[in-house]
């Protein structure tokens, strides 16, 4: 599967119909994006379950703002519409083969529950009421 571009209208829906999406944010002008690019394509060919998507910062400045991404290259993989990994910095081929393993290979039910936990109220909470 080729890459797909995104946008602020289609972030939203590419997230929410697909369990892994992997996200490139990049700009045309960055070297090191440039140099990213062939890495990501050839992922993404060897992944067609997976949906690899770009977001050019300088189109689309709005989804990068509410990311607050502040360095491109910034890889993102989102599964089943939860960030599990956002770093900035290109990935070698190696590195990025290891990313998307270990992100097929987290428990998302582990990965809920951590979530519930964390947004449940502490007792310092319950003390206040």
């Not at 992922?43 to 400045?61: L, Y």
């Not at 990313?99 to 947004?119: K, T």
Request: hydrophobic share 45%; aromatic share 8%.
């Amino acid at each position: 599967m080729a890459t797909v571009d995104l946008t602020e209208s289609s972030f939203s829906d590419t997230i929410k119909g697909n369990p892994i999406v992997f996200v490139d944010f990049w700009a045309a002008w960055c070297g090191p994006c440039r140099n990213f690019a062939p890495v990501y394509e050839k992922a993404s060919a060897s992944n067609p379950d997976i949906v690899f998507a770009k977001v050019d910062t300088e189109a689309e400045r709005g989804l990068a703002g509410g990311f607050d991404i502040s360095s491109i290259p910034t890889l993102m993989a989102i599964r089943d519409g939860v960030v599990l990994y956002s770093q900035a910095g290109a990935l070698p081929q190696e590195s990025l083969d290891n990313l998307i393993a270990a992100i097929r290979d987290v428990d998302m039910e582990a990965v809920r529950q951590e979530i519930a936990i964390s947004n449940e109220p502490d007792i310092h909470d319950k003390i206040a009421e």
